[in-house]
């Protein structure tokens, strides 16, 4: 079969490699892709990005199952124009993808569907959301609608910080609103104490195969400092996550919301990721809702599936088509992968710099390109997050010394990683 993956950062080439680890796959297409998708023999990247380029494309060329990695293109409706052109497709339509690319449609729905999260109020006029804040008092946490890349949530530490970001956000003071003026909204929510933990589950719009779980890195700097990114590292497992945890996580959050999407007409298949912030009894509530796999976490995750994904994706990419039974095989040792990321990332990235000393691929290391392209033979940066150099190991602590290794020897113009991935895991 020939499988195409959607993107071109470092979860769609985890996406791929595993893809092409299947015996029933004929070849994997990446599109874009990137330098790491380039350089490896059994990806092939395609420069296509325009969507019904890319459907009209993957019909001639007979695409058994397409996956999709970001959430732009699920937004944007690409498995529905993909299913109506007849072509099989793993992710969300556009209308389930709201329960990532809308703030106030996952809040709402997870209210109405008594799925726990922190308490809310969704405002489309300043002076409102200035009272509320006012009222309710610091931390608070203040969200814009819509995709924003991480840039959409203000963890407020200070009333003025509130009134500050209301301001971003929905264009009160501001000569550059976030969204667009007249049509911004915002959610302000009540500020969770606890540790996150991405919960990551593969749907088919009935039932529901858990993936295994782990832990991002948000802040940019060691010790949970700094602004926050797309994500600076990430583990599997994540021992936040215990079983009692897990089962409460299934039943609280993911089933009724699966149940929730199915009953209000629009059934939910893909990767479904819900950020968890867990207390310290326990407690799990959903932070928000992604409609797709969580970069980095599918680093590690890929590397210790050892179940052959693209049977479970094909299976899940039909209404029904899941064994809700089927256990995934994964590897007990720990995988915890470290990003390197370029000069200036996140706010003002500088990209062509040559990233050199990258090692083959080995037995549980393995070096997962995001930003990167290959130019002349030359690999060079070409985004924020450049590289997750991602290892196996016995313990949390083993393979974050295994992954910074392997990271060690790897060098480009202004690299910045933490030094601390796994930290939470790692007992003092
Ligand atoms: P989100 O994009 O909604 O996941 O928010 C990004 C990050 O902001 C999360 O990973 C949390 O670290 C933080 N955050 C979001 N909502 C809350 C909340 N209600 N309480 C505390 N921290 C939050
Ligand atoms: N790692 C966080 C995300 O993918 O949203």
Redesign the pocket.
């Known amino acids: 079969m020939k499988v195409l993956v959607i993107g071109g950062g470092g979860r769609e080439h985890a996406l791929a490699w595993k893809l092409a680890q299947s015996p029933k796959v004929q070849m994997v297409f990446v599109a874009p892709g990137n330098g790491g998708t380039a350089s490896d023999k059994r990806l092939h990247n395609l420069p296509i990005t325009d969507m019904g380029e890319l459907c009209a494309w993957a019909s001639h060329e007979k695409i058994g199952l397409t996956v999709v990695g970001p959430e732009v293109p699920l937004a944007a409706g690409v498995v529905d124009s993909f299913r109506a052109a007849g072509l099989r497709i793993f992710g969300p339509t556009q209308a389930a993808a709201q329960l990532e690319s809308s ?1 106030a449609f996952s809040k709402a729905f997870m209210q109405r569907h008594a799925i726990p999260t ?1 308490a809310f109020a969704t405002f489309n006029q300043p002076a409102d959301a200035h009272a509320y804040v006012d009222a309710q008092g610091a931390p608070i ?1 203040v ?1 814009a609608d819509g995709l924003a890349a ?1 840039k ?2 203000v ?1 407020a530490e200070t009333l003025a910080q509130a009134h500050a970001a209301i301001d971003f956000m929905l264009g009160g003071n501001s000569p550059a609103p976030l969204a667009g003026e007249g049509q911004s909204r915002v959610v302000i ?5 606890g540790e ?1 933990a991405s919960f990551i589950v593969i749907c088919d719009g009935k039932h529901v195969v858990p993936l295994a779980t782990s832990q991002d890195h ?1 802040r940019l700097r060691d010790g949970d400092q700094g602004p ?1 990114t797309g994500g600076m590292g990430a583990y599997s497992p994540a021992p936040v996550v215990t079983p009692a945890v897990h089962a409460r996580a299934m039943r609280e959050v993911i089933l009724p919301t699966i149940r929730g999407m199915e009953q209000d007409g629009i059934p939910f298949s893909g990767f479904l990721y819900a ?1 968890l ?1 867990i207390d310290a009894q326990g407690g799990v509530k959903t ?2 809702f992604n409609c797709r796999m969580g970069d980095p976490e599918t680093q590690p995750i890929m590397m210790r599936l050892k179940s052959d994904l693209l049977d479970v994706l094909y299976a899940a990419s039909e209404a029904g088509g899941l064994n809700p039974e089927l256990n995934l095989q994964w590897d007990r040792r720990t995988a915890l992968g470290v990003v390197m990321a370029a000069h200036g990332y996140p706010e003002k990235v500088r990209t062509g710099d040559a990233i050199h000393g990258l090692p083959p691929e080995e037995e549980g290391a393995v070096v997962f390109h995001a930003g990167t392209t290959l130019q002349d033979g030359v690999l060079r940066s070409s985004g924020g997050r450049v590289l997750c150099v991602t290892a196996l190991a016995d313990s949390v602590k083993a393979a974050q010394q295994r992954a910074y290794r392997v990271a060690s020897g790897i060098g480009f113009e202004g690299a910045h990683m933490r030094h601390d991935i796994g930290h939470r895991a790692i007992k003092a």
């Open positions: 703030k922190a946490v969200k991480g959409g949530v963890v929510e009540e500020f969770l104490e996150e948000k926050n950020g912030m932070l928000e």
